[in-house]
T-cell receptor, first 112, second 112 residues
Framework: NAGVMQNPRHLVRRRGQEARLRCSPMKGHSHVYWYRQLPEEGLKFMVYLQKENIIDESGMPKERFSAEFPKEGPSILRIQQVVRGDSAAYFC??????????FGEGSRLTVL | KQEVTQIPAALSVPEGENLVLNCSFTDSAIYNLQWFRQDPGKGLTSLLLIQSSQREQTSGRLNASLDKSSGRSTLYIAASQPGDSATYLCAVRPGHTDKLIFGTGTRLQVFP
């Protein structure tokens, strides 16, 4: 049973470009969470999704960030018009709610 | 607002020592508490999950306790090894939400 798969593992973008981060949950898990870890800071909740639904997006910045979890395929975290402050590690987790969360290896975004 | 604090922020010990890592949270209305390990540049590995109705969980050399009323959890590591070197994160799930609130972690170094 493969774990939570995230790609790309590393992504470099120039200011103003778009970043797309993908997450495939563990087999059988229909609950996906995105967290962001800024350098030398803790993990901060961004968004919680179930298939085709955003359940809680209270941690998402109001602009430029969006997330989806379609009926088929991985969950996508999209960041438009990236700025240097978006440089961080973005982690995806999945669960059989309300159970234990399992995290992926993360996607490390660097904005030049 | 739930806040999670971990002390110490960093710990360096010789191999073989028994360790106690502390986690405190401000709101005792939690659903569960989870301890994770994070290696540099890597994702999070779930170590132990304690439900709010439980007092402790054990896995190998690890033992986690939960005192919900006082807002505390401890992670006990017996006979520490250099391979235990990592950052240990505590996270609580508030009772009314599906997201985890993380502490900033304890960075552990075990030297031979």
């Amino acid at each position: 049973n493969a774990g939570v798969m995230q790609n790309p593992r590393h992504l470099v973008r120039r200011r103003g470009q778009e970043a797309r981060l993908r997450c495939s949950p563990m087999k059988g898990h229909s609950h996906v969470y995105w967290y962001r870890q800024l350098p030398e800071e803790g993990l901060k909740f961004m968004v919680y999704l179930q298939k085709e639904n955003i359940i809680d997006e209270s941690g998402m910045p109001k602009e430029r960030f969006s997330a989806e979890f379609p009926k088929e395929g991985p969950s996508i975290l999209r960041i438009q018009q990236v700025v240097r402050g978006d440089s961080a590690a973005y982690f995806c987790a999945s669960s059989l709610n309300p159970g234990e969360l399992f995290f992926g290896e993360g996607s490390r975004l660097t904005v030049l | 607002k739930q806040e999670v604090t971990q002390i110490p922020a960093a710990l360096s010990v010789p191999e073989g020592e028994n360790l106690v890592l502390n986690c405190s949270f401000t709101d005792s209305a939690i659903y569960n508490l989870q301890w994770f390990r994070q290696d540099p540049g890597k994702g999070l590995t779930s170590l132990l999950l304690i439900q709010s109705s439980q007092r402790e969980q054990t896995s190998g050399r690890l033992n986690a306790s939960l005192d919900k009323s006082s807002g505390r959890s401890t992670l006990y590591i017996a006979a520490s090894q250099p391979g235990d070197s990592a950052t240990y994160l505590c996270a609580v799930r508030p009772g009314h939400t599906d997201k985890l609130i993380f502490g900033t972690g304890t960075r552990l170094q075990v030297f031979p």
